[in-house]
């Protein structure tokens, strides 16, 4: 099945990118996951592809078909930034990302049409296909039990945005199922199950070898449980293990 779903996706890739190459414009796909976007990568399109999120640190992206950079990507995305605030707040519930999620999709919007979701001080800020933005702007009232309120903004608050957050994991050595194991306090075999099925990404691409090797400044993403960034080793230590330096999202 996932296979079916792959080559029809790749087929609709190269017909984008056909109509991009006969029209002379910009087409853009919906919102692609990571698994995707890697896929997009095995495909062979006549037009430069740009992928644009929203902002930097975004997962979730939409592929801009003859956009040559981000910037021609960011101008031919069609998107909307919604926020999504609890009308009394002194009352509200506190919300979590999946709750957010949950109720959006209760609407019968398709995932494919929102980007990534981002909490903070209880609000939503969704980045959302323009249809989709105003769709949901009229007829999202609650999540869970709290009345919401729904505004158009132009730009995320800086405290919405992913922080990166300095630590240090003790690992065995370089290779990726050893980082994703430390990071995430599995063991190596849980590790290395992730990695086999495809959802162990470094620099958004999927890695399918246990033993590879993250170099320093790369950002390994694993579904299901965050993004980190690899910023190498810092020394030994004295049982002969590595003390490496992380970056991880929070």
Do not use: W
């Not at 990118?17 to 910009?26: D, F, I, T, Y």
């Not at 592929?63 to 009394?88: Q, Y």
């Not at 430390?182 to 399918?208: C, G, M, P, T």
């Not at 790369?218 to 020394?235: E, I, K, P, T």
């Amino acid at each position: 099945m996932q296979q079916s779903e792959d080559a029809l996706l790749c087929r609709r890739f190269a017909e984008l990118a056909e109509r991009a190459q006969v029209s002379g414009k910009v087409i853009c796909s919906d919102f692609l996951n990571l698994h995707e976007q890697n896929l997009l990568r095995t495909v062979c399109c006549a037009v430069p592809v740009a992928l644009y999120g929203g902002f930097d640190e975004a997962e979730r992206k939409i592929a801009c078909f003859g956009a040559a950079d981000m910037r021609e990507a960011a101008d031919a995305a069609d998107f909307r930034l919604l926020k999504i605030e609890p009308a009394n707040p002194k009352f509200a519930d506190t919300l979590s990302h999946r709750d957010f999620l949950g109720s959006i999709l209760s609407l019968g919007l398709r995932r494919e049409k929102l980007g990534d979701i981002l909490i903070t001080e209880n609000c939503a800020y969704v980045v959302c296909a323009a249809r989709a933005g105003e769709f949901l702007a009229e007829n999202l009232e609650r999540v869970r039990h709290t009345t919401m309120r729904c505004s158009f903004v132009d730009t995320l608050p800086a405290g919405a945005l992913p922080i990166l957050e300095s630590r240090e994991a003790v690992i065995a050595s370089e290779r990726l199922d050893a980082l994703v194991a430390a990071v995430y306090h599995l063991s190596r075999s849980d590790a290395q199950k992730l990695i086999a099925a495809e959802r162990v990404f470094v620099d958004n691409a999927a890695v399918l070898r246990a033993d590879a090797l993250p170099k320093s400044g790369q950002l390994v993403s694993v579904r299901g449980y965050g993004r980190f960034r690899y910023n190498g080793v810092l020394r030994e230590t004295k049982k002969g293990k590595l003390r490496a330096a992380v970056g991880i999202y929070i």
